[in-house]
């Protein structure tokens, strides 16, 4: 028994980009993203053999609460143009015109074959896997993102989490555990993924548009966490003058204290969001939920090959 937690906008927008945008619908609309996504899904289930599946949804993809600590966080991912609001505007989003119209498509046949679905008001997708990660404690959990933040998230108790990272594609996707993690950046093994997190806020992530904290780079967060342990320990020691703490990266430490204040909430994904499942049960069925209207979504948008492809990998009773 495993779950399997999708990060869903990472895999769509990783399949727009990645797959031909001369795919469409039998009336022109494109649907490279839809048949993309699917395939992506049908491939891990193959892989992966979970009873369970999740994809989570991003409800807000630049929360006010970490905007509020950090004002660049994201900003160069806003739009030019904003959406009006009640309190004057709201961020958007830049999101490929082609784009958002296949995301309701996606989520149309992810609901005909009854995968769940969950979200969580004012936060993040990282947020809603953190969250159904944190809460686990019946089967190991495969994470499948993108975006290495996710990275924090990996763990051996209560139950087993693993990060499938597919940032550089599905075929070429790496799985993290606190072995890898700790491997792959040198932070301690016994707390590789609070230890990432703490990594990644020391070194920034212009992706973000987190700055981190100015000349430390990776090898120096990496060393010093391995050193001290914790960001808590290296902050007591850069304010003992009696510490060990080199000179010049207690000085950066000292000169950066309110940016690693606020930074804290803005790098770590939440693992109390208010999740909303669309099922209360996320176990895969053999089966689709709704037969006809799978059926019709292969016709209007031209993907019964992709539709075929996921049944066949829940199971011999839907082939």
Known sequence: MSVLLLDGASMWFRSFFGVPSSITAPDGRPVNAVRGFIDSVATLIIRERPDRLVVCLDLDWRPQFRVDLIPSYKSHRVAAVSAPAADGGADVEEVPDDLSPQVEVILAVLD??????????????????GTLAAAERRNPVVVVSG?????????DDPVPVRVLYIGQGLQKATKFGPAEVAARYGVPEARAGAAYAEFALLRGDPSDGLPGVPGVGEKT???????????????TAANDPESSLPKA????ILAAIDYIAAAGPVVQVARDAP?????????????AADPARLSQLGRDYGINSSIARLQRALGPESA
């Not at 005909?112 to 896997?129: K, Q």
């Open 221 to 235: 967060a990496a060393t010093m966490l391995s050193r001290y342990g914790t960001l808590a320990d290296i902050l």
């Open 147 to 155: 975006d290495r933040d996710l990275l924090q998230l990996v763990a």
């Open 275 to 287: 999740v909303r499942l669309s099922r209360t049960d996320d176990r895969l069925a053999g089966g």
């Open 112 to 129: 005909a074959f009854g995968i769940a679905t969950a979200g969580a008001e004012g936060f993040e997708a990282d947020d809603v896997l």
């Open 249 to 252: 990266f207690r000085t950066k």
